[in-house]
């Protein structure tokens, strides 16, 4: 993978990571959902600014993920955007103050090496 189709990897997993921080903000402000109020809710999403920027980042990850698609494998583009599983656990962290378990960091580990190992060129 070349630095450009790293580069284009890479904007489209922060984008899409963005994406989910900000359907996570929205989510919290709409409440859980339940039987009895699950058709407001839904209609509340097109007026939540914070889930309609969250699916509109969402769109731009997909677009540049497209994009990034014209140019590699799709064996090795699937694979590589778990990446973003770890920006996901870091926003969590630090901005929303989750916490981390040491099994999670393990499995985040485990999945560092697989994108290392599947981008990998000889």
Same mark, same amino acid.
């Given at each position: 993978?070349?630095?450009?189709?790293?580069?284009?990897?890479? =904007? @489209?997993? +922060?984008? &899409?990571? #963005?994406?989910?921080?900000? /359907?996570?903000? *929205?989510? !919290?402000?709409? %409440?859980?959902?339940?039987?009895?109020?699950? =058709? @407001?809710? +839904?209609? &509340?999403? #097109?007026?939540?600014?914070? /889930?309609?920027? *969250?699916? !509109?980042?969402? %769109?731009?990850?997909?677009?540049?993920?497209?994009?990034?698609?014209?140019?590699?494998?799709?064996?090795?583009?699937?694979?590589?955007?778990?990446?973003?599983?770890?920006?996901?656990?870091?926003?969590?962290?630090?901005?929303?103050?989750?916490?981390?378990?040491?099994?999670?960091?393990?499995?985040?580990?485990?999945?560092?090496?697989?994108?290392?190992?599947?981008?990998?060129?000889?």
């Amino acid at each position: 993978m070349s630095i450009q189709e790293f580069s284009l990897l890479l =904007i @489209s997993v +922060i984008i &899409s990571v #963005v994406g989910q921080f900000f /359907l996570k903000i *929205g989510a !919290t402000k709409l %409440g859980k959902v339940d039987a009895g109020n699950a =058709i @407001s809710h +839904i209609l &509340s999403i #097109v007026t939540t600014p914070e /889930l309609l920027l *969250g699916l !509109t980042c969402y %769109g731009i990850g997909a677009v540049a993920y497209i994009l990034l698609l014209t140019r590699i494998n799709l064996s090795v583009a699937a694979p590589a955007v778990s990446i973003g599983y770890i920006f996901s656990v870091l926003l969590g962290y630090f901005v929303l103050k989750e916490t981390i378990p040491l099994n999670r960091v393990f499995g985040l580990g485990l999945i560092v090496t697989g994108v290392i190992l599947v981008v990998w060129k000889k």
